[in-house]
């Protein structure tokens, strides 16, 4: 089971790969972001798209968590995006500011929670209407699982246009133990 100090730890290294890309990104010109590579979300651009869209239906669904934590006010009672692919902008600089925007309330939410908050279920339904309960623990696991999955997608189409985003090891912001 994470504790509340690894959730913070992922964090901060989500906000930090998320402006390490984003710095990336900006390097390479408009129509290349956009450009079809044949990968799962299409461009560059479409992969960091989803993890917009992916991470605002997960802090939608964080938000129902039964302590009504404060980081996530702001999402409660909202419609939650039925896809996937849902656009958040038609460009770097738009896209840049929902990102931004998520990684605040994802550091928010993680200095925010306590172990007890952790062990709590969610409940949630997922975009086919289909009901959950799982263990609110756990599925911070997967939010930041899936959000290293689709960075490294990210990343594979960023060094196959010539740009290197640098180190991406957790590793690198793990303290060393006394």
């Keep these: 089971m994470p504790t509340t100090h690894d959730i913070v730890l992922l964090a901060a290294y989500n906000a930090s790969m998320n402006r390490k890309l984003y710095d990336a990104a900006a390097r390479l010109p408009a129509h290349a ?9 299409g461009s560059l651009l479409g992969t960091m798209n989803h993890l917009v869209a992916g ?40 896209l840049r500011q929902h990102r931004a925007r998520l990684d605040g309330m994802i550091v928010a939410l993680a200095a925010e929670l306590r172990p007890g908050h952790l062990e709590a ?45 640098g180190v991406t090891d957790l590793l690198e912001l793990i303290g060393d133990v006394p």
């Design 33 to 41: 972001l956009d450009a079809e590579h044949g990968a799962f979300f």
């Design 55 to 94: 991470d605002t239906i997960w802090l939608m669904r964080f938000a129902l968590h039964p302590a009504k934590l404060a980081s996530l006010a702001s999402l409660q009672g909202a419609t939650i995006p039925s896809d996937l692919r849902q656009r958040y902008g038609d460009d770097l600089p738009s």
């Design 121 to 165: 279920t969610l409940v949630y339904r997922n975009s086919r209407g289909i009901d959950y309960r799982k263990h609110f623990g756990t599925l911070l696991l997967h939010f930041f699982n899936h959000q290293t999955h689709h960075r490294g997608q990210a990343s594979t189409l960023l060094t196959q246009a010539g740009i290197d985003i």
